[in-house]
């Protein structure tokens, strides 16, 4: 099992959405704080991304990606000191249609502006850790995947034909993807510790993959070790200095995170739920659930509904 879909599938809410434009200088947009995550892609020509805090403006070139996976307010723009105009997302997450302005009115930026909704709420540690920027520059040879899906999603947003409704969204996927992957390997390259580390490390990622290939199994810190080729006290201090919890305290947080995303999917009986979460019992299972978000099983299904607020 792949521990970064897992965890993106864990906080995923709704559809992607995606759109480009173009714009001619002087132009500045800012982005209101969301539950969503942003990314943009600078398709041609350069800008200025603008932190909401302190941070200083970074500038974009051409084939530059940048992820604001927070949520906070940001603004683009072509010069640092341009004045921002505030952008109203649609109920959806969605960004409005901007209509091109005209030729000749200034130097032109073409943007690839994207927003995913993931539930910020319950953020799996993989990704309740990264910066508030992630900012992966152009470099020639490095990431050509990510390249070619940039490439296939701006084409595919410039000239939507049939079939794009459907190409977007799993393109926009496979870019959060590609992204994460390319920061977390030249994050892995800088740190020893974290999840950068931790996913980079053989032992910890084969014991992560594990338990997120097989949740409902009573693993013991002995198997694990031992799957992972190490003494039971040498894998769980590697564990916990990188996961920053032990084995089994992961196993149970990732458990509890299986089961709230099965109960908002589907109406599947609480011991069909508890059965895939490694509960014997569904008197087991509610007790830790409630312990875990203070509700039953039934009311958080309840709450958590499509359509629902909440």
Not at 59 to 64: A, C, E
Not at 93 to 119: K, M
Request: charged share 20%.
């Amino acid at each position: 099992m792949d521990v970064l879909s897992d965890a993106i599938t864990a906080m995923r809410t709704g559809q992607p959405h995606a759109g480009r434009s173009r714009r001619f200088s002087p132009w500045g947009i800012r982005f209101p704080a969301s539950e969503g995550t942003g990314v943009h892609v600078v398709l041609q020509g350069s800008c200025w991304l603008l932190p909401a805090d302190d941070s200083e403006p970074v500038q974009l070139g051409t084939g530059d990606v940048v992820l604001l996976p927070r949520g906070g307010r940001y603004g683009l723009a072509d010069r640092p000191d341009t004045p921002l105009e505030e952008v109203e997302l649609q109920p959806d997450g969605s960004l409005p249609i901007q209509p091109d302005r005209p030729e000749g009115s200034g130097v032109s930026t073409q943007l690839l502006c994207g927003a995913y909704q993931l539930n910020q709420v319950r953020a799996h540690p993989l990704l309740a850790g990264l910066p508030s920027t992630l900012h992966l520059p152009a470099r020639v040879g490095h990431h050509p995947g990510l390249r070619a899906v940039v490439d296939l999603l701006g084409s595919e947003a410039t000239d939507r034909r049939p079939g794009s409704d459907a190409a977007v969204p799993a393109l926009l996927d496979t870019l959060l993807l590609l992204v994460l992957r390319a920061w977390f390997e030249e994050e892995s390259n800088r740190c020893a510790a974290g999840w950068a580390a931790a996913l980079g490390d053989p032992a910890v990622a084969s014991a992560l993959r594990d338990i997120h290939g097989d949740p409902a199994r009573l693993w013991t810190v002995e198997e694990l070790a031992a799957r992972a080729g190490l003494s039971r006290a040498a894998f769980a201090r590697r564990f916990a200095a990188l996961v920053g919890q032990p084995p089994l305290g992961y196993l149970t947080w990732w458990r509890m995170t299986t089961a709230g995303r099965l109960l908002r999917a589907d109406d599947a009986p609480l011991r069909v739920v508890s059965r895939q979460t490694g509960y014997t019992s569904e008197f087991a299972f509610a007790k830790a659930f409630k312990r875990e978000y203070g509700l039953s099983p039934g009311q958080y299904r309840e709450r958590h509904r499509p359509g629902r607020a909440g």
